[in-house]
């Protein structure tokens, strides 16, 4: 039973680290703009696909597809933007449907152009096993988690030091006072949103490398980062990842202990239970008191 | 007297062309089919068949003609309903598609409310055929799995077996019935559901690896769970002797997409690949499949193919009965009895096929070999034989 539990931690922990890295586009996007872009699981397939199509047409590995699906992901991202910045009125809940729209066309366009099969590396060398001691994964989990811990210290360094960063977390904090500073809102909206296709692009090559991609996996995508975000608090970084560690390995250890057809019960159930006791999310109320 | 005559023998020729005119008429079929959503890729497979199958009965049958209308019901099931009610509303005489149980009971119902016969191969829980659809027809059910996969059990002697599944109602289905058998026969049986929505199988392969230790782990499920099992399996590495799956499994395009992943795992298959066709019926399938789509033909394909081939002469022969608006087609349906791509096909008072048999295929060498049942074999079953 012990070996079974540690697998399991190990197991929530490499998930965690995947949820991490593709709930962090929308983490920021929601931070700055209090819009949940519920196309943000499209651009994570977007990206996925990508990969896709760089192993199976040039036959190099899905990391190679990394710069391509920077500039398309990023791109899409920052055309996303330009559409939602028309609303003019009650913004919050005219980009839930605008979003979601944008995410029904991103979905159809990818059926049309990469139909409806089943995707996933053919590496053999992402796919091998790697154990370290006791503990067993794939080798593309290892990795991606590697990458989704330098993404997550190289955003929160970009959020703390670079003018653009203090720049949309001023933009977060309070739009017309940082208008009033000289800061441009929508100009730092748009890179909040360029940065997020950059991180969705990283994750979408991620889910690739580790997972199994079809069209309409995005819907599924956008709940998992919506419920991650919400769980770690608005604008709160680490908390994107200490929460997206919560949900794996409360996922993993239901499936051990209990039953794995309770896996996604268990994560709306944390997700419940955290907003119950604290609202503003496990990193949320942490900033306001301070 | 000579004006007479001439007036009679014209009149006979204008009678006789109306009349031939009349009987030869071009009948509207609706596909009500997953174009799109979870089950799209299955979906399209499907589509392909039935629409080699219009190719090949509007080329064969020499007197009737069948026009396919496509809606898609987005793998949802109330969209599968107002599919079925949009082509009802076009005029369709009946309907063939459908995918997924859960989709198709809706579905179903509604063209049995509004007199139409509904055929498809989509849909294997056993509550399809149980609720007094007067008008549903399948060609394929959960029986027919089940057999194929406790015959090939009970060849290679399997004594304990880990049934992992999906919660679906198929799946669950499928395999509650082939744990309820193999406990029947001594054998030794856990059962670990899932979630659909499950991507990260470790920690069921771990406790099916530490726990219960058994010699074959049974799949029920789709594609993109056969890949996360095997994957899972293949990192973890448990001390089984096969690995054996159902549907969408044992097809040349899992071994074409998973090369690593497929080696020695088996699942339910109606033809081995290579493709090789003996008979007239599936050589015109093959050379019509080709001819549209420029690939070989799949076992959705086949599937579709044979579904509506069938609806297509019930329809043909009611139309010659004068029976298509009476609910002749669906009387015509109950007389079907003939040999096809999938073997004999009869239907029984509820609908369903009482001859389907699967049969069970292994990956060898990026072929799909057929293993059981003996007399259809085209090689040799591996066992114990592992995708790593």
Do not use: C
């Not at chain 1, 499209?42 to 036959?59: D, Q």
């Not at chain 1, 919560?246 to 997700?271: D, P, R």
């Not at chain 2, 004006?3 to 062309?17: K, P, Q």
């Not at chain 2, 004594?159 to 744990?179: C, H, N, Q, R």
Request: glycine share 10%; aromatic share 8%; no cysteine.
């Amino acid at each position: 039973m012990t070996e079974l539990i540690l697998q399991a931690l190990y197991s929530g922990l490499l998930q965690g680290g995947s949820y991490a890295l593709i709930a962090l586009g929308l983490a920021l996007v929601f931070g700055t703009m209090k819009i949940i872009n519920l196309a943000h699981g499209e651009l994570v397939l977007l990206a996925a696909y990508i990969a896709y199509s760089v192993e199976s047409g040039l036959g190099l590995g899905p990391m190679f597809a990394i710069p391509i699906a920077l500039v398309i992901v990023s791109l899409t991202s920052v055309g996303v933007y330009y559409i939602v910045s028309r609303i003019k009125k009650d913004r919050e809940i005219n980009s839930l449907i605008l979003t979601y729209g944008i995410g029904v066309i991103l979905t159809n366009f990818i059926l049309l152009v990469w139909k409806a099969d089943i995707r996933s590396t053919s590496s053999s060398w992402l796919q091998e096993g790697f154990e370290i001691g006791p503990f067993f994964s794939m080798r593309s989990e290892v990795i991606f988690f590697g990458v989704s811990l330098v993404l997550m210290a190289a955003l929160w360094r970009w959020l703390a030091t670079s003018w653009y960063g203090r720049a949309v977390r001023a933009v977060s904090s309070n739009r017309d006072a940082a208008k009033l500073m000289g800061i441009d809102p929508g100009r730092t909206e748009m890179v909040s949103f360029l940065v997020a296709g950059i991180l969705a692009a990283f994750a979408g090559v991620a889910l690739f490398s580790y997972g199994v991609i079809q069209p309409a996996y995005g819907g599924a995508l956008t709940v998992k980062a919506f419920i991650i975000t919400v769980l770690a608090g608005i604008g709160s970084i680490p908390g994107v990842l200490i929460a997206a560690v919560l949900l794996g390995v409360a996922e993993a250890l239901t499936v051990t202990l209990a039953s794995s057809a309770l896996q996604e019960l268990s994560g709306m159930v944390l997700f419940l239970l955290v907003l119950f006791i604290m609202p503003n999310g496990l990193f949320g109320a942490v900033r306001r008191r301070g | 007297m000579k004006r007479t005559l001439t007036r009679i023998a014209m009149a006979t020729v204008v009678a006789s062309a109306w009349m031939s005119g009349a009987s030869a008429e071009e009948f509207l079929v609706g596909a009500e089919i997953p174009l799109t959503g979870n089950l799209a890729r299955v979906g399209a497979g499907m589509q392909e068949g039935i629409m080699v199958a219009a190719e090949v009965f509007n080329k064969t049958n020499g007197k009737h003609t069948v026009k396919i209308i496509t809606v898609d019901d987005e793998s949802a099931p109330a969209k599968a309903i107002a599919a079925v009610e949009k082509l009802a509303s076009q005029g369709v005489v009946a309907i063939t598609g459908g995918y997924g149980s859960n989709n198709i009971s809706p579905a179903s119902d509604t063209a049995n409310k509004l007199g139409l016969v509904y055929i498809t191969s989509g849909g294997v829980d056993d509550s399809l055929v149980s609720s007094g659809r007067k008008n549903f027809f399948r060609i394929n059910n959960t029986a027919g799995y089940e057999k194929a996969m406790l015959g090939m059990l009970a060849d290679v002697g399997a004594k304990s077996v880990s049934i992992v599944y999906s919660t679906k109602d198929a799946t669950t289905g499928l395999a509650k019935d082939v744990e309820k058998a193999l406990l029947a026969k001594g054998v030794k049986v856990t059962s670990h559901s899932f979630d659909p929505a499950i991507t990260d199988f470790k920690p069921i392969i771990n406790k099916i690896k530490l726990q219960d230790k058994s010699e074959v782990v049974a799949m029920v499920g789709y594609e993109n769970d056969y890949v996360g099992i095997i994957r899972a399996a293949r990192v973890l590495k448990p001390k089984i002797k096969a690995m054996v799956g159902v549907w969408s499994l044992a097809t040349p395009k899992m071994a074409a997409d998973f090369p690593d992943l497929m080696p020695n795992v088996f699942g339910t298959a109606l033809l081995a690949y290579p493709t090789e066709f003996k008979t007239a019926d599936g050589k015109a399938f093959s050379d019509a499949y080709k001819q549209l789509y420029k690939k070989e033909p799949d076992y959705l394909g086949q599937f579709g193919y044979v579904q509506s081939m069938l609806l297509f002469e019930a329809i043909a022969r009611a139309a010659d009965k004068g029976t298509v608006k009476k609910g002749g087609v669906a009387e015509e349906m109950r007389k079907t009895d003939r040999e096809t791509l999938i073997g004999r096909v009869q239907f029984a008072a509820n609908g369903d096929n009482q001859n389907f048999v699967h049969r069970m295929a292994q990956h060898q060498d990026k072929k799909v070999v057929i293993v059981w049942p003996k007399e259809n074999a085209t090689g040799k079953l591996v066992y114990p034989a592992l995708p790593w």
